[in-house]
């Protein structure tokens, strides 16, 4: 089990350097580039959500979407119904750029699992979700304050 665990942060680590290192010429730092994926694929989505989506409290998403706002990769529009509500979207420059995130992404992916056969890759990728469906669980429960029992 901790093997498990060590494999899938060492990959991880390894993909998001290798993002921080390509990006850096976008002005897109510490994986923001994540969360203009997440925008440009979800457009109107609001900050909740996104932290939600990303697994990251609302803090480290709001700092993100500062950033990448004054970078002016995405745009804040209010909600036509409910002023207090910011819905997020790309802006035509974080568009340009989210083609480029995508095309890594594709590279990145099939450099992984190179050498994986089709039924391989469907069996990684349905363990991967069941162990990420299992963690959300506990993600949510410290979220709201609580401690697990070990």
Same mark, same amino acid.
């Given at each position: 089990?901790?093997?498990?665990?060590?494999?899938?942060?060492?990959?991880?680590?390894?993909?998001?350097?290798?993002?921080?290192?390509?990006?850096?010429?976008?002005?897109?730092?510490?994986?923001?580039?994540l969360y203009l994926v997440r925008i440009h694929e979800n457009p109107g989505i609001i900050q909740e959500k996104l932290a939600e989506m990303i697994k990251v409290d609302r803090t480290t998403v709001a700092r993100a979407i500062k950033k990448l706002e004054i970078n002016g990769f995405i745009e804040k529009k209010q909600d036509a119904n409910n002023k207090k509500i910011k819905k997020l979207f790309s802006t035509e420059k974080g568009k340009d750029v989210y083609s480029f995130i995508k095309r890594e992404h594709e590279y990145s992916n099939d450099v992984t699992l190179r050498g994986f056969s089709k @039924?391989?890759?469907?069996?990684?990728?349905?363990?991967?979700?069941?162990?990420? @469906?299992?963690?959300? @669980?506990?993600?949510?429960?410290?979220? @709201?304050?609580?401690?697990?029992?070990?």
């Open positions: 089990m901790e093997e498990t665990l060590r494999e899938i942060g060492m990959i991880a680590r390894a993909l998001e350097s290798i993002s921080n290192i390509e990006f850096k010429e976008y002005d897109l730092t510490k994986g923001q580039y @039924k391989e890759v469907e069996v990684f990728i349905n363990f991967l979700k069941r162990a990420r @469906k299992n963690i959300e @669980k506990d993600w949510e429960f410290v979220k @709201k304050g609580n401690k697990r029992n070990y």
